[in-house]
């Protein structure tokens, strides 16, 4: 997708012109593609409000099968942000980002180094090829592609959401998001 098309074609809603810039490997996506309802939540593994909303949004995709939920990157909040967004795109290019996205947001307390390592065994990712992919230029890219297209959204800071075509920047609880679909 080109910036003019992401833009000024209005063929499809901006949220979903998101979606198909950002490469497969820069998504984490429960749910089915062909819902009728997408959530998109630009988050960083750091912020507060993120990990809170988490829980909530895997459940009202668990309770419908018209919703869809998409986790975009968007590492602001210090260094380490950026690199568990490179762990996480890595484990997405061995089919294993979910499973370290729900790990990281599943883990009490601050994300130590030790916690980390927990996640990355208990998701299942092989930790020699993790290690190689983490530091590609292309899982660079996708996280720079991810957080400029947050910003042009309207990002400024996170968690930021798009229900279907609204954005919200903020935490929003579970019964406002659901409320908001259709």
Request: net charge negative.
């Amino acid at each position: 997708i080109t910036l003019n098309d992401l833009i000024f074609n209005e063929s499809n809603s901006f949220h979903l012109k998101i979606l198909e810039a950002i490469p497969k490997e820069g998504k984490i996506q429960i749910g089915p593609d062909n819902a009728r309802n997408t959530i998109i939540e630009f988050f960083d593994y750091f912020c507060g409000y993120c990990k809170k909303i988490h829980p909530e949004l895997i459940e009202l995709v668990e309770s419908r099968d018209d919703l869809r939920v998409v986790f975009l990157h968007h590492p602001i909040l210090n260094d380490s942000s950026h690199v568990i967004a490179r762990i996480a795109i890595a484990a997405s290019m061995q089919d294993k980002g979910f499973e370290f996205h729900q790990a990281i947001f599943s883990i009490e307390g601050s994300i130590t180094s030790q916690k980390l390592q927990e996640s990355i065994i208990k998701s299942g990712v092989n930790e020699a090829k993790l290690s190689i992919d983490m530091d590609k230029d292309q899982v660079k890219k996708i996280i720079k592609l991810s957080s400029f297209l947050a910003g042009g959204a309207g990002a400024r800071g996170t968690p930021a959401i798009f229900i279907n075509e609204e954005f919200i920047g903020g935490y929003l609880p579970k019964e406002r998001i659901s409320a908001l679909l259709k």
